[in-house]
């Protein structure tokens, strides 16, 4: 058995989803598990419509209203000569989300309504894409990933409980997926009382590696608009290449610096049973693209990771004393509770410093829990971050070019620059 996973830009249209009814009908001899993201920027969309339903901003009825026109006009797009069936579902899953978004809520309860209410864009998106095959002759099971992906109810970044998911998949999913197609969502999941989780941002990718792994599949191929795993973003560098192999323990460096082509906790799972994955385009599925799996040949280009957004902290003592004596651990049980993962860590005898993204909500109350233990904060905002995987002293310089570095780490064959733009 293979699985596939389509992102979220493979189904931003009619066309989109066309083009996956095509790729699936070239592989109809395979049997197939599929997982498809929510469409285009949807989720996004979801987030507003969070934010306003919980925050009570008055704006959820426009909101709901673009996602609605949004999804129709794709349904129109797909010229199916008899969507009734796919309306009735679509309409059912509208329906919901708006008694959702317009039940009222109390701040508190912001991360557990996300999940809630950001699941409907692959509940629709799947709903759509499945009817759609069916009209043209793909038979294929929708299955709501929910009954199968068992998480804890961390909201907004739950963690597999993976010895329940395995057994349910084992035992309930794959003698279904053994006899056709599976069209069924990433993302999304089941907590402790049947209460709908997400495992993070572009987590799909991690919901076809935790299929695979219980599946014990033969491969997982990513469907992307990019040809597969790049040396650096196109988009910053003009001459960046494809690399057309690449270890486990390589993409997974790449995944965790921030290489946004692989979601970091994807990889662990596929080494664990040494399942191949595949990276591949969806505009030119011909081409090979990339693989990823245990081979031996070494990654022997270096490879850019460009974050911008980044912000450095810089914490000291007020009364002279070591910053090791005590402020370490309350420091970082802060840092876990708002979830603020460091880019970089330093410290000396006198001052702790570490970059990371900045994502303002969080690292404002971060900040001030880190004032009240008494410490003086320096702040820098608006850096960039280069990092060079496989850095050599030519591409250390081809990169850095007259930039000023204000912050350099090295170690082993990974070096971080700390940029001011
Ligand atoms: N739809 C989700 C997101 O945009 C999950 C994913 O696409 O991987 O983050
Ligand atoms: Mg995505």
Same mark, same amino acid.
């Given at each position: 058995m293979k699985i596939f996973k389509f992102g979220g830009a493979s189904v931003k249209d009619a066309n989109g989803v066309k083009n996956i009814a095509k790729i699936l009908s070239d592989h109809s001899s395979e049997k197939l598990l599929v997982v498809i993201s929510a469409m285009g920027k949807s989720t996004n969309h979801l987030e507003r419509l969070v934010h306003a339903s919980v925050h009570n901003t008055g704006e959820t009825a426009v909101l709901l209203k673009e996602l609605k026109d949004y999804h129709y006009s794709i349904i129109d797009g797909? !010229?199916?000569? +008899?969507p009734s069936a796919m309306l009735n579902d679509i309409e059912n899953l509208f329906l919901e989300l708006e008694c959702l978004a317009e039940t009222p809520s109390a701040p508190e309860e912001y991360d557990f309504v996300y999940d809630q209410v950001v699941s409907f864009g692959e509940l629709i998106s799947t709903k759509i894409v499945s009817h759609f095959l069916l009209s043209e002759g793909l038979k294929n099971q929708w299955i709501d990933s929910r009954n199968f992906i068992i998480t804890d !109810?961390?909201?907004?970044d739950a963690r597999i409980q993976w010895n329940e998911t395995e057994k349910i998949i084992i035992k309930k999913l794959k003698p279904l997926a053994e006899r056709q197609t599976v069209i069924t969502q990433g993302f999304i999941g089941r907590g402790p009382v049947n209460e709908t989780t997400t495992l993070g941002r572009e987590g799909s990718d991690y919901s076809a590696a935790i299929f695979a792994y219980c599946l014990n599949a033969d491969s997982v191929t990513i469907w992307k608009?990019? *040809?597969?795993?790049? +040396?650096?973003d196109p988009k910053k560098m003009d001459n960046a290449t494809l690399i057309p192999h690449l270890g486990y323990s390589d993409a997974i460096e790449l995944a965790y610096y921030? *290489?946004?082509?692989?979601?970091?906790?994807?990889i662990q799972p596929l080494m664990a049973k040494n399942i191949p994955l595949f990276v591949k385009s969806f505009v030119n599925p011909e081409v090979p693209g990339t693989q990823v799996s +245990? +081979?031996?040949?070494?990654?022997n280009v270096p490879c850019y990771i460009f974050k911008e957004n980044q912000v450095l902290v810089e914490l000291k003592t007020r !009364? &002279?004393? &070591?910053?090791?004596e005590q402020n370490l651990e309350q420091i970082f049980r802060l840092l876990a509770q708002y979830k603020v993962r460091c880019n970089i860590i330093q410290n000396s005898a006198i001052s702790f410093s570490f970059v990371a993204d900045n994502k303002e909500n969080k690292m404002t109350s971060l900040l001030s829990e880190l004032e009240k233990l008494g410490l003086t904060i320096e702040i820098t905002e608006s850096l960039e971050l280069i990092t060079i995987y496989n850095a050599t002293e030519v591409s250390k310089n081809v990169i850095l070019g007259q930039k000023q570095v204000i912050l350099e780490q090295n170690t082993g064959n990974t070096a971080h620059y700390l940029l001011k733009p």
């Amino acid at each position: 058995m293979k699985i596939f996973k389509f992102g979220g830009a493979s189904v931003k249209d009619a066309n989109g989803v066309k083009n996956i009814a095509k790729i699936l009908s070239d592989h109809s001899s395979e049997k197939l598990l599929v997982v498809i993201s929510a469409m285009g920027k949807s989720t996004n969309h979801l987030e507003r419509l969070v934010h306003a339903s919980v925050h009570n901003t008055g704006e959820t009825a426009v909101l709901l209203k673009e996602l609605k026109d949004y999804h129709y006009s794709i349904i129109d797009g797909l !010229d199916t000569s +008899n969507p009734s069936a796919m309306l009735n579902d679509i309409e059912n899953l509208f329906l919901e989300l708006e008694c959702l978004a317009e039940t009222p809520s109390a701040p508190e309860e912001y991360d557990f309504v996300y999940d809630q209410v950001v699941s409907f864009g692959e509940l629709i998106s799947t709903k759509i894409v499945s009817h759609f095959l069916l009209s043209e002759g793909l038979k294929n099971q929708w299955i709501d990933s929910r009954n199968f992906i068992i998480t804890d !109810d961390r909201y907004r970044d739950a963690r597999i409980q993976w010895n329940e998911t395995e057994k349910i998949i084992i035992k309930k999913l794959k003698p279904l997926a053994e006899r056709q197609t599976v069209i069924t969502q990433g993302f999304i999941g089941r907590g402790p009382v049947n209460e709908t989780t997400t495992l993070g941002r572009e987590g799909s990718d991690y919901s076809a590696a935790i299929f695979a792994y219980c599946l014990n599949a033969d491969s997982v191929t990513i469907w992307k608009d990019v *040809a597969g795993v790049m +040396n650096a973003d196109p988009k910053k560098m003009d001459n960046a290449t494809l690399i057309p192999h690449l270890g486990y323990s390589d993409a997974i460096e790449l995944a965790y610096y921030g *290489a946004s082509v692989i979601h970091p906790k994807t990889i662990q799972p596929l080494m664990a049973k040494n399942i191949p994955l595949f990276v591949k385009s969806f505009v030119n599925p011909e081409v090979p693209g990339t693989q990823v799996s +245990n +081979n031996s040949t070494t990654l022997n280009v270096p490879c850019y990771i460009f974050k911008e957004n980044q912000v450095l902290v810089e914490l000291k003592t007020r !009364d &002279f004393t &070591f910053i090791v004596e005590q402020n370490l651990e309350q420091i970082f049980r802060l840092l876990a509770q708002y979830k603020v993962r460091c880019n970089i860590i330093q410290n000396s005898a006198i001052s702790f410093s570490f970059v990371a993204d900045n994502k303002e909500n969080k690292m404002t109350s971060l900040l001030s829990e880190l004032e009240k233990l008494g410490l003086t904060i320096e702040i820098t905002e608006s850096l960039e971050l280069i990092t060079i995987y496989n850095a050599t002293e030519v591409s250390k310089n081809v990169i850095l070019g007259q930039k000023q570095v204000i912050l350099e780490q090295n170690t082993g064959n990974t070096a971080h620059y700390l940029l001011k733009p």
